[in-house]
């Protein structure tokens, strides 16, 4: 029963809203220091225009009001990568992996499930704040780490190292991990737009073959993409695309 660990994204697109979900302690303090911030700190803190800050400062505003509404996270982020996990026209069976396999790392809500109710809101780990004295990452570790210990099944990470890192190192080596090449003209190249769109297309496909192993996810085909078993390893898979 293998579990998959995804990002957040930046790009949101509002979808059909849901009740909303109380706020863990760790995330309220995070709101607490977020809505102290003017829209001059928040556009040092986010490496943003004012006018930019301005809004993000309306929706912490309008978070910490219990104002703002609340959509399930895997429709509400609308990144590259989401945009090509399927999302919409779900048998029973995609939903059920969706809901109950796949999970989202936030520096905000912390570890969530797909479907998990939140709000619109700017936050990555990359925010310069610190609560209770402690960086963003090492405010979550304790957090991120349980999940882990807690999950005595394989996970597999479609992490950027920026999410990777919040895990202690020892932690940080059980994660299973996937890379995605084109071979041009028999050189390997990647970059974040082939692995931000590849990721979105393996987890569909995942959902759709209801993969239950690590050796399933080895037998997938998608989007052009197969696994090379030459270039992958005991806890990296690494699926090639022939541009």
């Not at 990470?157 to 059980?174: A, Y």
Request: aromatic share 10%.
């Amino acid at each position: 029963m293998i579990r998959f660990l995804i990002p957040t994204a930046k790009e949101m697109k509002a979808s059909k809203e849901v009740p909303s979900q109380k706020l863990s302690e760790k995330s309220a303090a995070i709101l607490t220091e977020m809505a102290k911030l003017s829209p001059d700190e928040l556009s040092i803190a986010y490496k943003i225009k004012p006018e930019q800050a301005e809004k993000e400062k309306q929706r912490w505003g309008a978070i910490l009001s219990g104002e703002a509404k609340s959509y399930p996270a895997v429709e509400l982020f609308n990144g590259l990568m989401y945009r090509h996990i399927k999302r919409s026209d779900l048998s029973t069976c995609e939903k059920d992996f969706l809901g109950q396999r796949v999970f989202i790392t936030s520096s905000f809500y912390g570890i969530i499930p797909a479907f998990y109710p939140i709000q619109e809101h700017r936050h990555d780990f990359h925010t310069k704040i610190k609560v209770d004295g402690q960086s963003l990452k090492n405010y979550w570790r304790a957090e991120y780490d349980q999940f882990l210990e807690e999950n005595q099944v394989p996970v597999i990470s479609l992490l950027s190292s920026e999410f990777e890192d919040v895990f202690s190192p020892t932690l940080r080596k059980q994660l299973f991990t996937v890379s995605f090449m084109e071979d041009r003209n028999g050189v390997l190249k990647t970059h974040s737009t082939i692995s931000k769109k590849a990721r979105g297309a393996f987890l569909t496909a995942v959902m759709e073959e209801n993969c239950q192993t690590i050796n399933d996810l080895r037998k997938l085909s998608f989007d052009e993409f197969n696994y090379r078993e030459d270039l992958s390893s005991n806890n990296e898979l690494v699926f090639v695309k022939i541009a």
